[in-house]
C-alpha cells in the first residue's frame, strides 16, 4: 500500500460545477496537510494547507482533513476553466524542513 | 515569497549523455530539494541539497547518477548522468516557504526532460 492513495483521474466537469477531489494516506503520523495546484509546464504551487483535523475554507476553495478516516478533501466550489489544471495532495510529518509525501495528483478540466 | 528560476525549461538528450539543471534562488536559504515528477507519478524527493556539506539522498537514488553541487546560499545544481531513456523525467527544485505557513515548499517550474 502506498503512503498517499490520489485518483489520477482525469477529471472533467462542466464551468460551475463542484468539484471534489481526495487522498487517502497510511502514516497516521502525519499532522500538516496540503494542497498544490500544477498548471502545465509549470511547477507546483501551493494552494490550501491545513495543520491537523477540520476545515478550511479560502474563496472558492474548502480543504478538509479526516484524521481519524486518513481521508483528506478539496472543494472548488463554482469552478471555472482556469481552474483547469492537476491537484496534488501532499502531507508531512512536521513543519519546517520535513519531507513532503505527495499524491500522484488528479488532472481536472473545466470545461465552459 | 521566494522566487525559483529552473534552467533549461526542457531538453533532448540522448542516451549515454549527462545533462545539469541549475536552480537560482533570489533569497539566501539554507536548504535546497531536488524532486523528480515521472509520468503518472507523485513527485519523488531525490536529495536534499545544505550549502557547504555533501547532499543527502533518498533510497534509489545515488551520488554517481545524480550528483549535486550547492555552491552558495542561493544556487544549486543537479546532474543527471550517463542518461537512459528511464530518465525522462520532470525535475524540479524547491526550497522550505519563506512565509507562512511554515511549511510545505515553494517549486521551480521544473526541467522536463526527454531522453532518447
Known amino acids: 500500500q502506498k503512503e498517499v492513495e490520489q485518483d489520477p483521474g482525469p477529471l472533467s466537469v462542466p464551468e460551475g460545477a463542484i468539484v471534489s477531489l481526495n487522498c487517502t494516506y497510511s502514516?497516521?503520523?502525519?499532522?500538516?496537510f496540503m494542497w498544490y495546484r500544477q498548471y502545465s509546464r509549470k511547477g507546483p504551487e501551493l494552494l490550501m494547507y491545513?495543520?491537523?483535523?477540520g476545515n478550511k475554507e479560502d474563496g472558492r476553495f474548502t480543504a478538509q482533513v479526516d484524521k481519524s478516516s486518513k481521508y483528506i478533501s478539496l472543494f472548488i466550489r463554482d469552478s471555472q476553466p482556469s481552474d483547469s489544471a492537476t491537484y496534488l495532495c501532499?502531507?508531512?510529518?512536521?513543519?519546517?524542513?520535513?519531507?513532503?509525501?505527495f499524491g500522484k495528483g488528479t488532472r481536472l478540466s473545466v470545461i465552459a | 515569497s521566494a522566487v525559483i528560476s529552473q534552467k533549461p525549461s526542457r531538453d533532448i538528450c540522448q542516451r549515454g549523455t549527462s545533462l545539469t539543471i541549475q536552480c537560482q534562488v533570489d533569497?539566501?536559504?539554507?536548504?535546497m530539494f531536488w524532486y523528480r515528477q515521472q509520468p503518472g507519478q507523485s513527485l519523488t524527493l531525490i536529495a536534499t541539497?545544505?550549502?557547504?556539506?555533501?547532499?543527502?539522498?533518498e533510497s534509489g537514488f545515488v551520488i554517481d547518477k545524480f550528483p549535486i553541487s550547492r555552491p552558495n546560499l542561493t544556487f544549486s545544481t543537479l546532474t543527471v548522468s550517463n542518461m537512459s531513456p528511464e530518465d525522462s523525467s520532470i525535475y524540479l527544485c524547491?526550497?522550505?516557504?519563506?512565509?507562512?505557513?511554515?511549511?510545505?515548499?515553494?517549486f521551480g517550474s521544473g526541467t522536463r526532460l526527454t531522453v532518447v
Open positions: 524547491s526550497v522550505t516557504r519563506t512565509e507562512q505557513p511554515n511549511y510545505g515548499y515553494t
Open positions: 501532499a502531507m508531512s510529518l512536521g513543519s519546517g524542513n520535513t519531507p513532503l509525501v
Open positions: 502514516n497516521s503520523a502525519f499532522q500538516y
Open positions: 541539497a545544505n550549502q557547504g556539506s555533501e547532499a543527502t539522498y
Open positions: 491545513t495543520y491537523s483535523s
Open positions: 533569497s539566501q536559504v539554507t536548504m
